[in-house]
């Protein structure tokens, strides 16, 4: 059998059920696509003029770049804990970086809508 990178996580523990692996994998994927979404829209509201002051477009532009860079580095972290998690048949971890990924986006919309008015 040829090795599989990350070893970390392949290396020890039994092989899942591949259904589980391709959810996990699934999962992911759906975290890179908002990751990507995030990126867009920073470059978006980067280069669209709004009725907004320059600065605040631009540090609202940045911080949804970051929180998509973020994202995908979260994304990437959480598949591999899962499927460690799986391999060694205990509980999937518990992913509390998502109610406070929901918080910032929330407040930067606020924000966003507050500063348009």
Sequence with gaps: ?????????????????YRFSFANE???????????????AGVALDVVPLS???TAQRLSAAGLIVLGCLSAAVAW?????AER????SRPLPSFGIGIW???VLVA??????????
């Design 1 to 17: 059998m040829t090795k599989r990178w990350p070893g970390w996580v392949y290396d020890d523990g039994e092989e899942p059920d």
């Design 77 to 81: 972290l959480r598949w591999a804990l």
């Design 52 to 54: 907004l002051p320059p």
């Design 101 to 103: 990924l929901a918080v």
């Design 26 to 40: 699934r999962t992911f994927l759906a975290w890179i696509r908002t990751a990507l979404a995030l990126v867009a």
């Design 108 to 117: 930067a919309v606020v924000l966003l809508f507050a500063a348009a008015l």
């Design 85 to 88: 998690a799986m391999r060694h």
